[in-house]
């Protein structure tokens, strides 16, 4: 089996567009990222601490969570059920297949499982509003940036509100 960095390798896809080549090679980390997020916001709802779901301890409180986050991380991410359940600490992919199936059938037959169900899904979205608008504040301050400067052909100008200055490219390129 290959490890993970010949995987991910920009090499190894040279022949995908670059949008694809773009989705393998972040695959790992953005899915991590979304994954860290969807268990944070299950600790936060279910009361439970990063390492009780994580763990393998079988209490009903931490299966509860577990559930729940195997069926958020299924309908949240593009992962599959088998880098779900490593996630989850070295767990078989019919475990987390299990799972989702069992948080299925909770959200319809356990009310209390299912308003903390709706309630992590509603802290995930609002996270990720809070995320979506933190990162249109950078795109707004890079965009004034850019109004900042403008390039001629040969001539860089910076517009302050002192002063403009002007930079002359140098001609060696």
Wanted: aromatic share 8%; glycine share 2%; with cysteine.
């Amino acid at each position: 089996m290959e490890n993970e960095e010949n995987v991910t390798s920009p090499w190894v896809y040279a022949g995908l567009k670059q949008r694809s080549r773009l989705f393998l090679i972040n695959r790992h980390t953005s899915s991590h990222a979304d994954l860290n997020g969807i268990l944070e916001c299950c600790t936060i709802v279910f009361s439970a601490s990063r390492d009780d779901i994580l763990g393998s301890c079988r209490k009903h409180e931490f299966a509860l969570a577990r559930h729940a986050f195997v069926k958020l991380a299924r309908d949240r991410t593009h992962e599959s059920y088998a880098v779900i359940a490593e996630y989850l600490g070295k767990r078989n992919h019919a475990t987390a297949v299990n799972s989702f199936k069992q948080a299925n059938v909770l959200i319809e037959t356990y009310p209390m499982f299912r308003d903390k169900y709706e309630m992590t899904a509603k802290l995930l979205k609002k996270a990720e509003t809070i995320k979506e608008a933190h990162n249109l504040e950078k795109l707004s301050e890079r965009l004034e940036l850019i109004k900042k400067f403008k390039i001629d052909d040969n001539v860089i100008e910076y517009k302050n509100n002192e002063e403009n200055i002007k930079h002359k490219r140098s001609e060696t390129a």
